[in-house]
């Protein structure tokens, strides 16, 4: 039976029908989606925004204002892209990020006409790009340490050789100068800075992981981490502001094993907690602790130097982890040690996680997986 032939009732139940499949199908998108109009209302929406907003049923977000409802906001959202969609009647694509709970999203912006071609408003679609745009900062990330890595280790393989002849030489010089020759305190001061050369090019090295000789000597057997922090915070405690620092531990209570080298973990907590004391030169209070957690349904640990120092500003934090970038004064740092401990993560199979607050301190995470004990 054609359209032309059906009865009223008919005509209408088959509308129907088409209306509820294609809500059906709206509301089985996993996206957000909604229509706004030139005001930014809502006036139609999917389930995916009405759970993802909080609330239980659709007509709940219906009528609001949809920056409102999506990322808690009491004006639009900066970089939305509605206006000018509406002004020029044509799609955008356009990012929201951190607009809510540090997630990202790609929003895709089609304008909706009615009959006469007046605009009626917009349909927007949210796909959630979060966890991509952490994964591609992790490539660019390890893309990163790799380059450098390579060019690091060839640099400090060439400027040891020689900065091991001018050591040699200044304390051959140092040995047969009197002690009142006036030239001994300027050859003792070529001798200190050639020591610090090596020390950054020892650094450097570690930071390529380019020396056999290192390699080999790296014994990756299971390693309690929560054993070689202590012995990473007898080290630390040498440091210059330690007496001004309250150290506070909360330790899990049985070991937690990590496949790896103990050395190489001393040294990435040694260098966490120095980070630590250089944040706080006037006095605070550092927190070490350990614990378990979850992920992808296997068991990871968790370790947490906290301090109560200056705090990292907000657009540091996604520099932190380069290869050479420091906030530090000329000559007090050479931005390696964060990398290095990025690296050492990495190695290990598991992550370094930073959150900070000006004013308020830092809290670095190394999050490793562990192996199970026998």
């Given at each position: 039976?054609?359209?032309?032939q ?6 209408v139940?088959f ?9 059906a199908t709206?509301?089985?998108?996993v996206d957000?989606?909604m229509?706004?109009?030139?005001s930014?209302t809502?006036?139609?929406a999917?389930r ?5 907003s909080?609330e239980?049923?659709i ?16 004006n639009?959202c900066d970089?939305?892209?509605l206006s ?14 951190d ?7 790609e ?10 071609g007046?605009l009626?408003g917009?349909?927007h679609?949210y ?12 490539l ?7 380059s450098i ?6 640099i ?6 020689p ?5 040699i030489f200044s304390?051959?010089?140092?040995r047969?100068?009197?002690?009142d020759?006036?030239?001994r305190?300027?050859i ?8 610090r050369?090596k020390?950054i090019?020892?650094r ?5 992981r380019?020396q ?7 014994k990756?057997i299971?390693?309690d981490v ?8 007898r ?11 309250e150290i506070?531990?909360n ?5 937690l ?10 040294q990435l ?8 004391y ?7 209070t ?17 370790w947490?130097v906290?301090?109560t ?5 907000e ?5 932190i982890?380069d290869?050479?970038?420091t ?5 007090e ?7 290095i401990?990025y ?8 992550s370094?996680?930073?959150?900070s607050?000006l ?16």
């Amino acid at each position: 039976m054609s359209m032309d032939q059906q009865s009223p009732d008919q005509l209408v139940g088959f509308v129907e029908e088409l209306k509820r499949r294609w809500v059906a199908t709206i509301d089985a998108l996993v996206d957000p989606l909604m229509f706004i109009n030139k005001s930014y209302t809502i006036e139609r929406a999917n389930r995916a925004l009405a759970q993802f907003s909080g609330e239980n049923a659709i007509p709940a977000v219906i009528g609001q204002k949809c920056y409102k409802v999506f990322a808690q906001r009491e004006n639009p959202c900066d970089g939305c892209l509605l206006s000018e969609s509406v002004e020029k009647k044509v799609a955008h694509s356009f990012n929201l990020n951190d607009v809510r709970s540090k997630h990202f999203f790609e929003v895709s912006s089609q304008p909706v006409f009615d009959k006469e071609g007046e605009l009626e408003g917009c349909v927007h679609i949210y796909r959630d790009r979060t966890e991509a745009s952490a994964l591609q900062e992790q490539l660019i990330q390890s893309e990163k340490l790799a380059s450098i890595g390579l060019l690091a280790g060839g640099i400090a393989h060439e400027i040891n050789n020689p900065l091991g002849g001018i050591l040699i030489f200044s304390q051959m010089l140092l040995r047969e100068l009197p002690e009142d020759s006036p030239y001994r305190e300027d050859i003792a001061e070529i001798e200190s800075a050639t020591q610090r050369c090596k020390s950054i090019v020892e650094r450097l090295l570690d930071f390529a992981r380019s020396q056999p000789a290192d390699l080999q000597s790296k014994k990756i057997i299971p390693v309690d981490v929560s054993e070689a922090v202590k012995s990473a915070l007898r080290f630390a405690k040498v440091h210059t502001h330690a007496k001004k620092v309250e150290i506070l531990e909360n330790w899990h209570p049985e070991p937690l094993m990590v496949m790896g080298d103990r050395n190489t973990f001393i040294q990435l907590f040694l260098n966490l907690m120095q980070n630590a004391y250089h944040a706080m030169p006037d006095g605070g209070t550092m927190i070490l602790k350990s614990g378990t957690m979850t992920r992808n349904k296997k068991p990871f640990g968790s370790w947490e130097v906290c301090d109560t120092g200056v705090g990292i500003a907000e657009e540091h934090l996604n520099r932190i982890f380069d290869p050479f970038f420091t906030t530090k004064e000329p000559g007090e740092g050479t931005g390696l040690g964060l990398s290095i401990c990025y690296g050492i993560c990495q190695e290990a199979g598991g992550s370094l996680e930073v959150e900070s607050t000006l004013n308020k301190g830092t809290r670095f995470q190394v999050i490793l997986p562990l192996v199970k004990q026998s």
